[in-house]
């Protein structure tokens, strides 16, 4: 089993930084991929940033240049740097880790999600 958990959302006003972070612990194999996704008001969920086991990352045009995804502690703990953060960021951040073991085989975990709240 997984855990996951979240941290570090928050009000912030437009122009500001937060960092949200994402801990799995527990039987942990292989990940294979791991994400940041966030989902508004009135919007759909939608990638914001990709981590995959190759080390690349890749980032939705709107957050290019501004959110930066790095992982530590082996890989099992990822950050989102949050830069010149508009009111349009606001919504709430989820992560989701795909992780191989094998017992389970691919099984996707997500967090908790944490509110980002963004003031003009």
């Known amino acids: 089993q997984v855990q996951v958990v979240e941290s570090g959302g928050g009000l912030v006003q437009a122009g500001g930084s937060l960092r949200l972070s994402c801990a799995a612990t527990?039987?942990?194999?292989?990940?294979?991929?791991m994400e940041w996704y966030r989902q508004g008001p009135e919007n759909q969920r939608e990638l914001v940033a990709t981590?995959?086991?190759?080390?690349?990352?890749n980032y939705a045009d709107f957050v290019q240049g501004r959110f930066t995804l790095f992982r530590d502690n082996g890989g099992t703990t990822s950050y989102l740097q949050m830069n010149t953060l508009k009111p349009a960021d606001t919504a709430v951040y989820f992560c989701?880790?795909?992780?191989?073991?094998?017992?389970?085989?691919?099984?996707?975990?997500w967090g908790q999600g944490t509110q980002v709240t963004v003031s003009s």
């Open positions: 989701r880790w795909k992780v191989w073991t094998a017992t389970t085989g691919s099984v996707d975990y």
């Open positions: 527990g039987e942990i194999s292989i990940i294979n991929l």
């Open positions: 981590s995959t086991s190759r080390g690349l990352t």
